[in-house]
């Protein structure tokens, strides 16, 4: 069973278009986070949710928005798509401040063309 | 704000060839510094979580250890297999729900 599942995994579109990238834990977890990595590997937090609120939204165009239906689920919302939007984008999760460790997806490598 | 500082960039070892990475580290009140290996398309896999300095903990081949200003992942008698990128990432008291992580050490270990 795959703990922490994200699809699509590869995600080709074109500018200006609107596009989701889905996310499920089955690991009980009470937080849950989008990353994306950019071309240098380089993990940078997006936005963190516990028990489906919003804690942490850190400084990304408002094109990007998160939705939490359930504290199993996070979802990434992306609006008019833009070249510089494309990277990998990862989900995790933890239990509480995961002090313990995250569990990671295995990402979803978004390009714009 | 946490700052995180792995070096090598890149690293090439023969088989067997035992070496250390390194991660320096600036945040107020550290609460905790996480070891992650990442493999081609995949996502980071955690390895370890030191709290606090002196601290050391073992995995395999892989050892590392935490100082206040940095932590060494220490690799002996590396395989292939250990090929990959290893992450450090920290959460401190004024971040304490996000990982802030280093750029990363890519180790190719030649058979």
């Known amino acids: 069973d795959t703990a922490v599942s994200q699809t699509p995994k590869y995600l080709v579109t074109q500018m200006g278009n609107d596009k989701s990238i889905k996310c499920e834990q089955n690991?009980?977890?009470?937080?849950m986070y989008w990353y994306k990595q950019d071309s240098k590997k380089f993990l940078k937090i997006m936005f963190s949710y516990n028990n489906k609120e919003l804690i942490i939204n850190e400084t990304v165009p408002n094109r990007f928005s998160p939705k939490s239906p359930d504290k199993a689920h996070l979802n990434l919302h992306i609006n008019s798509l833009e070249l510089g939007d494309s990277a990998v984008y990862f989900c995790?999760?933890?239990?509480?401040?995961?002090?313990?460790?995250?569990?990671f997806g295995s990402g979803t490598r978004l390009t714009v063309v | 704000e946490d700052q995180v500082t792995q070096s090598p960039e890149a690293l090439r070892l023969q088989e067997g060839e035992s070496s250390s990475l390194n991660c320096s580290y600036t945040v107020s009140g550290l609460r905790g510094l996480f070891w992650y290996r990442q493999d081609p398309g995949k996502g980071p896999e955690f390895l370890f979580t030191l709290y606090s300095a002196g601290e050391e903990k073992e995995k395999e081949r892989l050892k590392a250890t935490l100082t206040k200003k940095e932590s060494f992942l220490h690799i002996t008698a590396p395989k292939p297999e250990d090929s990959a990128t290893y992450l450090c990432?920290?959460?401190?008291?004024?971040?304490?729900?996000?990982?802030?992580f280093g750029s990363g050490t890519q180790l190719t270990v030649l058979p």
């Open positions: 990432a920290v959460t401190s008291a004024g971040s304490a729900r996000q990982l802030t």
């Open positions: 690991l009980g977890h009470d937080t």
């Open positions: 995790a999760s933890s239990q509480g401040g995961g002090f313990y460790g995250y569990t």
